[in-house]
């Protein structure tokens, strides 16, 4: 997977991008924003009411490190499926750019990085506008961008893989709604862990978007520990790599026939 190659398909994605971006400012920034100020706000007053902070901090600077992972988390899923079959078989530009001296290792690999810089844009616009409101009270706030994007990517790359193996896409809204929403109730977006049962707080280790969260929830807060964050980005690191060796070999043996 050689640089320049992945940077020209990275730059059509881009160009394609600018022509259409007003369609996806909605649903890329304007409702993660209404949701965090709903949920953190409206009915982060009602929990602070009842039962004070959660772990410490307000139920506002509680869920803002959740919300930002979950939202990268849920944008890398859905450019990861319904995107990568339109590419291989409904609009075939994967195929047209493997026509040319780009590989399919480059195709995949430009795919990861255009996601991760539509999930860092919008993490930037999403964190500016909770320190605004106070749901970021670290300075160190900053680094939950990388934080939401290492989760993002722990998630698009083994997606993705799998999308570019399909011949329908019958089974993609059933990993949203079975695989990638449940996972904002395990991974202590709304609630933490603790608050599970005991014998499902261990699974929580075994989604991507818990390591995210922990390592965007230290970011926000300033409460970091050295250990745990460690761990959590060692975690998301071999969630990407197993998922880039899925990919690289799934799009070589779809897109080399």
Known sequence: MS??????????????WRRLWR??????????VLFLAAMGLG?????EKGSG?????SYLEFITPGLLAATGALMAAGESLWPVMGGVKWMRTYHAAVA????????????????????AMSSTVFIAVAAILGGVVSPWGVLAIPAAVLGAMAL????SAFAI????????????????????LFSGTFFPVSQLPDWLQPLAVLSPLYHAVELCRMATTGRF??????????????FIAAGCVWGVRTFNAKLTQ
């Not at 040319?100 to 999930?119: N, Q």
């Not at 698009?156 to 997606?159: G, H, I, K, R």
């Open 225 to 238: 520990d050295g250990a745990d964050a460690v761990g959590n980005a060692v975690a998301l690191v071999v």
């Open 100 to 119: 040319t001296p780009i590989s399919a290792s480059d195709v995949f690999g430009a795919h990861l990085v255009w996601v991760s810089f539509r999930v």
């Open 3 to 16: 640089r320049a190659p992945v940077l020209r398909v990275v730059e059509r994605e881009f160009t394609v």
């Open 43 to 47: 009915l982060g007053g009602l929990v």
């Open 23 to 32: 369609a996806s400012v909605f649903s890329a920034f304007v409702t993660p």
């Open 156 to 159: 698009a790359a083994p997606l």
């Open 165 to 184: 193996t399909q011949e329908s896409d019958l089974p993609f809204a059933l990993i949203m709604r079975l695989g990638v929403f449940p996972l904002f």
């Open 53 to 57: 902070d959660v772990d410490g901090v």
